[in-house]
């Protein structure tokens, strides 16, 4: 039997506090990491409060992990100690349906979160299948990888999936968490990026990271200029949006792809899709396959995320400061 110590939250809304848990044999199949880095997600602010209604507590946050393997269970052969390996948001699935078999896990109806339902990565170690521990470059830092395991595939992984190429002309609409990250991927892409945002102070940082062209989003009038110019758009941002402009700024069979989740529905005009032929997608995070090559496309064009470091001690701390938007752009607990 394994001790591992952590920090959970006891009830909704609750501040971390020093928890313990008890672990028995190691599964066959699974691995053992000792937690170096922890990326703070959005995702875990509202696991803590249980805005989505699926927490258990107590609690212990943390999917943005990164580590290095101190054993491994019977059957594992892809993986061994002493290497350093990310987990994301998932930890396991069946294995065995349609969407594993094809190398799409993060879809499989049994997908297991890494902390849904098992204590996550604000603590000193976690297991997880090892399919799901997935090796780390050795050129990239840590601290500034740990985010890219939910907030970067969770950009990645729809240049990837909708095709993304040197001839794409790519929006990228909020640069924060995600969208910083998401104008690095669009230029490794070779892409022409445009930028959208309210904030016009974020121009000269958002063609640093990437976009050649920059929109502030609150003159309506930039809206209508870049009118059918763009193939693929990806929508960072969780508040409401005039949806409807970016589906008039594609080009023909051009697709919005929703990434953040907004309050209220969507108001689109059925004919602005069917006379372009255009479409609105979303997408979640992605598969082992997409982490493991995400990770080498970031060591090969140098994407990383800007990221604050925190020790794990001060997760309460770093965790109110990600709620008031005061982190530049991802926070990272550190053991």
Partial sequence: MVEIQGLAAHAAGAVLLPYKYHVEDLAPYDVEVKITHCGICHSDVHLIDNDWGIS????????????????VGSEVRSRKPGERVGIGWQANSCGICEWCLQGDEHLCAKAQPTCVGRNGGYADAVRVNSRFAIPVPEVLESENVAPLLCGGITVYSPLRNHLARPASRVGIVGIGGLGHMGLQFARAFGCEVTAFSTSKNKEAEARTLGAHHFVN????????????SLDLILSTVSADQDF????????????????????SALQISPFSLLAGQKAIAGSPTGSPRDLNEM?????????????????????????????KNQVRYRAVLTN
């Fill in 295 to 323: 990770l080498h496309v970031a060591a090969r064009h140098n994407v990383k995320a800007i990221t604050e470091s925190f020790p794990m001690k001060k997760a309460n701390e770093a965790i109110t400061r990600v709620k």
């Fill in 244 to 263: 409807q402009s970016f589906v008039n700024t594609l080009r023909p069979k051009g697709t919005l792809v929703l990434l953040g989740a907004s309050p």
């Fill in 217 to 228: 989003t609150l003159d309506t009038g930039n809206l209508k200029k870049v009118a059918g």
């Fill in 56 to 71: 258990r507590y107590p609690f212990i946050p943390g999917h943005e992990i990164v580590g290095e393997i101190t054993a």
